[in-house]
């Protein structure tokens, strides 16, 4: 069952159910200050707006190869082309950029392999082009997840 979708890569409870999700918009209004009046609010275009998940991936689970996710979630992430987000539920969220990976090794065995991996990721929405036909960045295919899920 898929928890959430970015382009091509899936979240599923099977491989990465993330634990926590929280989303986050802020307005981007710089103020500038006048002589003795109040300061002078501007708008400098769209809200910035963003997503974090949290969860673990279990490498040594014998059912899903998911030891390379952190490096393959920072090649996806390193294309820098925007991707769509989906939830579970269907609701189509828009174009998303990963904009970091942060990932905790922990219980690590005798030659280094982590039993658990942590991440955080954080993805940041990608405003379009008003015509889609000068937006290359959503015309390219994405890297493709390899899991099975």
């Known amino acids: 069952m898929a928890l959430m979708t970015w382009g091509d890569f899936l979240f599923s409870i099977d491989s990465f159910a993330h634990s926590g999700l929280s989303r986050s918009w ?30 673990a991936v279990f490498p040594m689970d014998p ?6 996710w952190p ?8 294309s820098l082309k925007p991707r769509l987000l989906a939830l579970g539920s269907g609701e189509n969220l828009g174009p998303w950029f990963l904009k970091s990976v942060q990932e905790e090794q922990s219980a690590l065995l005798v030659n280094g392999v982590p039993r658990k991996q942590s991440l955080t990721l954080q993805f ?3 405003h379009p082009k008003a015509d889609p036909a000068e937006d290359e960045s959503l015309t390219e295919n994405p890297v493709r997840n390899t899991n099975t899920n």
Do not use: D, F, S
């Open 124 to 126: 940041t929405r990608y």
């Open 63 to 68: 059912r899903i190869n998911t030891h390379n």
């Open 71 to 78: 490096n393959r979630l920072r090649e996806l992430g390193n």
């Open 26 to 55: 802020e307005a981007n209004l710089p103020q500038k200050e006048r002589g003795k009046g109040n300061a002078q609010i501007q708008t400098t275009g769209k809200p910035a707006e963003t997503i974090t998940i949290k969860g």
